[in-house]
């Protein structure tokens, strides 16, 4: 059992009903919040280790509880969304979201979902330096990298891509985010540089570059590795 707790947003009570009992029976301690008003509250109050949050609240647009939330609180942050535009969803993720899932999902989504971000967030666990995944060995420490045991030379911007992907494992990092940190502020909108990075990547650590499986695209939103 987890133990942890989880904040879903929803005014929908069929959500509620549907993610109470699915959550509860995965070891998760579940609080309810059904507008803007009361998730912001519940933030602050009840140190929630995840929050679960619908774009389409009565009250408040969901984008501005992360706004606010993030003013004084990094907690994961899932948005839960039935807006199929692309454009929402790097908003949210722009934001602070760490994730969204498409409504409507599949329980067993949402739960690896939440525990790749809880995990990426756990301030109790020592920084990890080592990642192996499909034959990829990472020393994140030593700026090593192996596949296969063999060693794989990377540019610094390859390693810097590989890093930030790693160090956020099973999250939808956004082209801006991942440009704003590799290349910095005045590549923000560059997204072809970044296409170019991810596929001399993905040469070098995909056993097949043409079907990856570490490196995996959210199309029109960004990158993801996978967890």
Do not use: C
């Not at 133990?3 to 609080?31: H, M, S």
């Not at 009361?38 to 984008?63: C, F, H, N, Y």
């Not at 739960?111 to 080592?130: D, F, H, Y």
């Not at 890093?163 to 956020?168: D, T």
Request: charged share 25%.
């Amino acid at each position: 059992m987890s133990g942890l707790r989880i904040l879903v947003v929803d005014d929908e009570p069929q959500i509620i009903r549907f993610l109470k009992p699915a959550l509860g029976a995965a070891g998760y301690d579940v609080v309810t919040a059904a507008n803007a008003a009361e998730a912001i509250r519940l933030s602050a109050t009840q140190s929630p280790d995840a929050v679960l949050l619908d774009l389409g609240l009565p009250d408040k647009d969901g984008k501005d509880v992360i706004r606010e939330v993030r003013a004084f609180s990094q907690v994961p942050i899932i948005v839960l969304s039935a807006r199929d535009r692309e454009t929402e969803k790097i908003s949210a993720l722009d934001l602070g979201a760490d994730d969204y899932v498409n409504k409507p999902f599949g329980i067993g989504e949402l739960l690896a979902r939440i525990r790749a971000v809880t995990r990426s967030r756990n301030q109790g666990k020592p920084v990890e330096t080592m990642f192996r995944a499909g034959g990829l060995t990472i020393d994140t420490e030593r700026h090593h990298v192996e596949l296969a045991g063999q060693p794989v030379r990377l540019t610094p911007k390859e390693f810097d891509l590989l890093l930030l992907l790693v160090r956020n494992a099973g999250r939808v990092l956004t082209h801006k985010q991942i440009l704003n940190t590799v290349w910095g502020p005045a590549h923000a909108e560059d997204v072809q540089y970044l296409r170019v990075l991810v596929g001399q990547l993905r040469q070098k650590i995909e056993p097949s570059p043409a079907e990856p499986t570490l490196v995996l695209t959210e199309p029109g939103i960004g990158y993801r590795l996978a967890d």
